[in-house]
T-cell receptor, first 116, second 112 residues
Framework: DTEVTQTPKHLVMGMTNKKSLKCEQH?????MYWYKQKAKKPPELMFV???????INESVPSRFSPECPNSSLLNLHLHALQPEDSALYLC???????????????FGAGTRLSVL | KQEVTQIPAALSVPEGENLVLNCSFT??????LQWFRQDPGKGLTSLLL?????REQTSGRLNASLDKSSGRSTLYIAASQPGDSATYLC???????????FGQGTRLTINP
């Protein structure tokens, strides 16, 4: 099973709302990732968690707040977003550093976010 | 800074043809290179991963090659089918880094 599950599939929110995106994997992976993808562009890395600790933050605005409650779950908390934050948000997971050069990233289907 | 380029940006071919997608990268110090497929509005599906020590990987009708010294990879698709229509993304993992650096993708259309 190489499944990464993201919920919800679609989300519409106003600029004053608070919402959360959820990502789950049961492959025993110890690295989890959030990406943002705009239309017709490649994914852009936002955050990396390694062994439940935040290891990379690609200078993402504080209105995006990641959380890794345990090794299977990754959340992205959203607050006071702007219309330009509308995008497809993708979660991915991989075995982590232990896999070395065999470290395949598996992606979820994404959450389509619209900010009004 | 690692940069990844994919050429062409779009490709349209008739069903049944064999085709090659190209990916080039500027820094040869990579851990691995991964090819993904993305259908419109969907997530990424991993197709093949080539480790830096490998020259090629095969899965069904797909064959990916890696020439690290020249900074190039190709994805060969044999006997193309309409179901192969999608955007194909190449991504490299720089040595010592946890992140992937993506190319802009090639949008492939297979015409019945």
């Amino acid at each position: 099973d190489t499944e990464v599950t993201q919920t919800p599939k679609h989300l519409v929110m106003g600029m004053t709302n608070k919402k959360s995106l959820k990502c789950e994997q049961h492959m025993g992976h110890r690295a989890m990732y959030w990406y943002k993808q705009k239309a017709k562009k490649p994914p852009e890395l936002m955050f990396v968690y390694s062994y439940e600790k935040l290891s990379i933050n690609e200078s993402v605005p504080s209105r995006f707040s990641p959380e890794c409650p345990n090794s299977s779950l990754l959340n992205l908390h959203l607050h006071a977003l702007q219309p330009e934050d509308s995008a497809l948000y993708l979660c991915a997971s991989s075995q982590g550093r232990i896999a070395g050069a065999k470290n395949i990233q598996y992606f979820g289907a994404g959450t389509r976010l619209s900010v009004l | 800074k690692q940069e990844v380029t994919q050429i062409p940006a779009a490709l349209s071919v008739p069903e049944g043809e064999n085709l090659v997608l190209n990916c080039s990268f500027t820094d040869s110090a990579i851990y691995n290179l991964q090819w993904f497929r993305q259908d419109p509005g969907k997530g990424l599906t991993s197709l093949l991963l080539i480790q830096s020590s490998q020259r090629e990987q095969t899965s069904g009708r797909l064959n990916a090659s890696l020439d690290k010294s020249s900074g190039r990879s190709t994805l060969y698709i044999a006997a193309s089918q309409p179901g192969d229509s999608a955007t194909y993304l190449c991504a490299v993992r720089p040595g010592g880094a946890q992140k992937l650096v993506f190319g802009q993708g090639t949008r492939l259309t297979i015409n019945p």
